[in-house]
């Protein structure tokens, strides 16, 4: 088992947070929207019928830009994943140059 880069937790930590904020908040909106979906078909109301349904549209439209928030947030961790691996990539070979260069030079 891998420890954690301290650097990469507490970069990414906030961003990991948000996301999985957006996340729960999409599947509780998903969740109220199948409740609504289901007591309008019980009720009586066709697919149209439903789809017209303006607390319908409301929650499909509060689903869409949480879904592209979610997209969003998720390639901003991404970005900040490479990041990470390329500076981590770089100080190590860093390290490694320094270990094998001749301590005292003069």
């Known amino acids: 088992m891998d420890k954690e880069d301290p650097l990469e937790?507490?970069?990414?930590?906030?961003?990991q947070k948000e996301l999985d904020e957006k996340r729960a908040e999409w599947r509780a909106g998903r969740t109220e929207r199948m409740a609504l979906k289901a007591r309008?078909?019980?009720?009586?109301?066709?697919?149209?019928?439903?789809?017209?349904?303006?607390?319908?549209?409301e929650l499909e439209k509060r689903?869409?830009?949480?879904?592209?928030l979610i997209k969003h947030i998720e390639k901003r961790l991404n970005r900040a994943r490479a990041i990470l691996a390329k500076t981590g990539a770089a100080i190590e070979g860093l390290?490694?140059?320094?270990a094998l260069s001749d301590p005292f030079p003069f």
């Open 63 to 68: 689903q869409e830009r949480l879904s592209t």
């Open 9 to 15: 937790t507490g970069r990414l930590a906030g961003i």
């Open 40 to 57: 309008l078909e019980g009720d009586g109301l066709g697919r149209a019928a439903i789809r017209k349904d303006r607390r319908y549209r």
């Open 95 to 98: 390290i490694l140059a320094l």
